[in-house]
C-alpha cells in the first residue's frame, strides 16, 4: 500500500533535518478502513476499495495494487509514510471564479502611465487581421479560474505523528484548510 488520503490542516514554517527552515503543510490523516478488494479474475483489474471516514460523510476510494488484504483492516500511516519519504500530492484548488485574463494568465496588461488609467488590466490584442477575422478557440481569454485537479510531486515528508494522525510536508499542496481530500501517494 502506497497511498494514504489526507485533510489540510494548515501551513507553518518547520527545520528540516540540515538545519534549514523550510515552509511545509500540515495534513490531518484521514482514517481508513478495507472494504473489499478488486480481483483481476472478477473485475478484470487489482485494487482495494477503501471506506474513508471524513468527519461529516463516508465515501468509498479505490487504490491500484496487488496487494491482498483482509476487508476491515484499518490502514495506519505509520504503515505507509515515514519521515524522509518523497511523496506526491493531488487534490482540488481553490476556485477563484470569473477572473480575467490578465490575473489567469499573467498578461503584463497595458501602460500604467500615458493617461491609460483603465487599460491596467486589459489583455490586450489576440486575434489576427482580416484574415481569419475572429479569434481562435483556445486562445488564452479570461474565463473560470481554479477548482480544477493539481499534483504537486517530490515533497519531503517533514514529520510524521500517527497518534494525532498528523503529517507534516515540506512545501505546500493544493486545496483548501478543512476541506480539501488530498491523495498522498509514495514515490518509489
Given at each position: 500500500?502506497?497511498?494514504?488520503?489526507?485533510?489540510?490542516?494548515?501551513?507553518?514554517?518547520?527545520?528540516?533535518?540540515?538545519?534549514?527552515?523550510?515552509?511545509?503543510?500540515?495534513?490531518?490523516?484521514?482514517?481508513m478502513k478495507v472494504?473489499d478488494l478488486r480481483?483481476?479474475?472478477?473485475?478484470?483489474?487489482?485494487?482495494?476499495?477503501?471506506l474513508i471516514s471524513?468527519?461529516?460523510?463516508?465515501?468509498?476510494?479505490?487504490?491500484?495494487?496487488?496487494?491482498?488484504?483482509?476487508?476491515?483492516?484499518?490502514?495506519?500511516?505509520?504503515?505507509?509514510?515515514?519521515?524522509?519519504?518523497?511523496?506526491?500530492?493531488?487534490?482540488?484548488?481553490?476556485?477563484?471564479?470569473?477572473?480575467?485574463?490578465?490575473?489567469?494568465?499573467?498578461?503584463?496588461?497595458?501602460?500604467?502611465?500615458?493617461?491609460?488609467?483603465?487599460?491596467?488590466?486589459?489583455?490586450?490584442?489576440?486575434?489576427?487581421?482580416?484574415?481569419?477575422?475572429?479569434?481562435?478557440?483556445?486562445?488564452?481569454?479570461?474565463?473560470?479560474?481554479?477548482?480544477?485537479?493539481?499534483?504537486?510531486?517530490?515533497?519531503?515528508?517533514?514529520?510524521?505523528?500517527?497518534?494525532?494522525?498528523?503529517?507534516?510536508?515540506?512545501?505546500?499542496?493544493?486545496?483548501?484548510?478543512?476541506?480539501?481530500?488530498?491523495?498522498?501517494?509514495?514515490?518509489?
Amino acid at each position: 500500500m502506497n497511498t494514504i488520503f489526507a485533510i489540510k490542516t494548515g501551513m507553518s514554517a518547520k527545520f528540516t533535518a540540515a538545519g534549514e527552515q523550510a515552509g511545509s503543510t500540515i495534513l490531518s490523516i484521514i482514517p481508513m478502513k478495507v472494504l473489499d478488494l478488486r480481483t483481476i479474475d472478477k473485475h478484470g483489474y487489482s485494487a482495494v476499495r477503501l471506506l474513508i471516514s471524513k468527519p461529516k460523510s463516508q465515501i468509498t476510494k479505490e487504490i491500484r495494487t496487488n496487494e491482498i488484504m483482509e476487508p476491515g483492516t484499518e490502514i495506519k500511516p505509520e504503515d505507509v509514510l515515514a519521515v524522509g519519504d518523497k511523496v506526491s500530492v493531488s487534490g482540488i484548488t481553490k476556485g477563484k471564479g470569473f477572473t480575467g485574463a490578465v490575473k489567469r494568465w499573467g498578461f503584463a496588461g497595458g501602460p500604467r502611465t500615458h493617461g491609460q488609467s483603465d487599460r491596467e488590466k486589459a489583455p490586450g490584442s489576440s486575434g489576427a487581421t482580416t484574415t481569419p477575422g475572429r479569434v481562435y478557440k483556445g486562445k488564452r481569454r479570461a474565463g473560470h479560474m481554479g477548482a480544477e485537479k493539481v499534483t504537486v510531486t517530490n515533497l519531503e515528508v517533514l514529520e510524521l505523528d500517527p497518534e494525532k494522525r498528523q503529517v507534516v510536508i515540506k512545501g505546500s499542496v493544493p486545496g483548501a484548510n478543512r476541506y480539501t481530500l488530498l491523495t498522498i501517494k509514495k514515490l518509489s
